[in-house]
């Protein structure tokens, strides 16, 4: 069975500071490995999707990049704002089987 | 291009009660998932629907949750007789094919049961 960790459960940076969020799984065998945010009573916003083939992606401040040998995935933001103040997710996509993190708060301190 | 609907957004029901969420991908999405989210966790996949077949539902409990998406496009989740634990976020995703592809969000339905 799919584990998906992420640490820490909690983060508070200053304004402008980089930052690495880290998301582990226990299987191997997967497709894809996708981070969202979720903002307080909202939906799930898609970030980045990394294909099992490829070790990373970008998007403007967002680097993801996947390790699948050693189960890892870490999605780095640059130069940080307060507007990036939100849970972070990871999801992980198995053969038929999605398996999501518990997530990262992040707060950004203006 | 128009963003996945979900309704009603919220819903407050008694235990023991029936209730029923509506869900409506984006156009031309095979596959649709439900989800649900307790506070302070991460989503759990109920299901998940290839066009109009089920591919995955392990984890629905279904001596009182059930699905169904109709002609392919439209789903429908309902949860009878509700639960307190069933107090939680429905979320609805959907993508242009299986697990390979991103997934699209839906706003959710809290549903509050007491």
């Known amino acids: 069975k799919q584990e998906v960790t992420q640490i820490p459960a909690a983060l508070s940076v200053p304004e402008g500071e980089n930052l690495v969020l880290n998301c582990s799984f226990t299987?191997?065998?997967?497709?894809?490995l996708q981070w969202f945010r979720q903002d307080p009573g909202k939906g799930l916003t898609s970030l980045l999707l990394?294909?099992?083939?490829?070790r990373e992606q970008t998007s403007g401040r967002l680097n993801a990049s996947l390790d699948k040998s050693s189960g890892r995935s870490t999605l780095y933001i640059a130069a940080s704002q307060p507007g990036d103040s939100a849970t972070y997710l990871c999801?992980?996509?198995?053969?038929?089987?999605?398996?999501f993190g518990t997530g990262t708060k992040l707060q950004v301190i203006p | 291009e128009a963003g996945v609907a979900q309704s009603p957004r919220y819903k407050i029901i008694e235990k023991r009660q029936s209730v029923a969420f509506w869900c409506n991908p984006i156009?031309?999405?095979?596959?649709l998932y439900w989800y649900q989210q307790i506070l302070g966790q991460g989503p759990k996949l109920l299901i998940q629907?290839?066009?109009?077949?089920?591919?995955?539902d392990s984890q629905l409990p279904k001596d009182r949750f059930s699905a169904e998406r109709l002609k392919g496009v439209d789903s429908t989740l309902k949860i009878q007789p509700a639960k307190l634990e069933d107090s939680a976020v429905y979320l609805c995703?959907?993508?242009?094919?299986?697990?390979?592809?991103?997934?699209?969000f839906g706003p959710g339905t809290r549903l509050t049961v007491t």
């Open positions: 995703a959907s993508s242009p094919g299986g697990v390979a592809y991103e997934q699209y």
């Open positions: 299987d191997s065998a997967i497709y894809n």
């Open positions: 990394i294909q099992s083939s490829q």
């Open positions: 999801a992980v996509m198995g053969y038929q089987k999605v398996t």
């Open positions: 156009s031309g999405h095979a596959t």
């Open positions: 629907f290839q066009n109009n077949g089920v591919v995955d």
